[in-house]
Structure formats: structure tokens, C-alpha cells
């Protein structure tokens, strides 16, 4: 059995009568002849992964367990409320969404709030400070 390979970016999703439609956009460089030769209702079997920015596949388990931890990061920093946290438990005065970035990098000793997918430590760290930052506000 021969394998048709090649990469494509997701554009679009949509639901018919039928089924699911989902739609690719293939580099004409990338799009193998094959493909093209098939006749339109030909079925596949279809395999696909996902590739991070790192050219690697992606480990979707990982991107579940730890994507939440940047999203929640951002959202604290809009939060006044998180500020008062911060000044009445750290005391430092945090006055702005990038005054609190900038305090949650120095304090958790990451680069970017988009480390906390691959610093463990730093995450276990800033998971424990949001729960406590929530029975605070209880």
C-alpha cells in the first residue's frame, strides 16, 4: 500500500447533510499528482497531524494540559481585582494589564507568559497562586 503525504493548512469547516466538509489549502507545490488524478467521491483513509511552530508534531495531550495555564495568564493580567491581589500579597503596586505581565514573568522567572506551556515548574507555580488568588476573592 502507497501513502499520499503532504501539508495543508485548515480553512474551513462546515456541516452539510452528509457529514462534516473539511476544507484544506494545499501548496500547488505540495499537492501530490495522485490527488489530483483521483476522481471527485473517491474515499481515503485519512491520518493527520498537527505540527507546532517548531516544524515537530504536536502532542495534543500536552497542548490540553498546559494551554490553559497561558489563557488564564492573559485573563489575570486584564483583572483589576488580580492587581489588588497582588499588591495586598506581594505588595507591589501592579497599575496595568503589561505592568502585571511583566511582574508574573519576574515573579514565576519566565521569559513570556507563553512559557508556562513548557516550564512545569513555573506552571505548578502560577496554578497554586491563581487558586489562592480565588479563594481570595471568596
Known sequence: M???QFESIKTGLKQ???GYMLSLAVHPDELPEELMRDFVGAR???VMVRIGDDEQPLDREMVKKHHPAVAIAGMLCRDKLFWEYIDMRCNENVMTEAECSEWL???FEIDSRAELKSNEKAREA??????EYEEWKK
Open 2 to 4: 502507497t501513502t499520499i
Open 16 to 18: 452539510s447533510k452528509d
Open 44 to 46: 481515503y483513509m485519512v
Open 105 to 107: 514573568k519576574c515573579y
Open 126 to 131: 502560577f496554578l497554586q497562586f491563581k487558586e
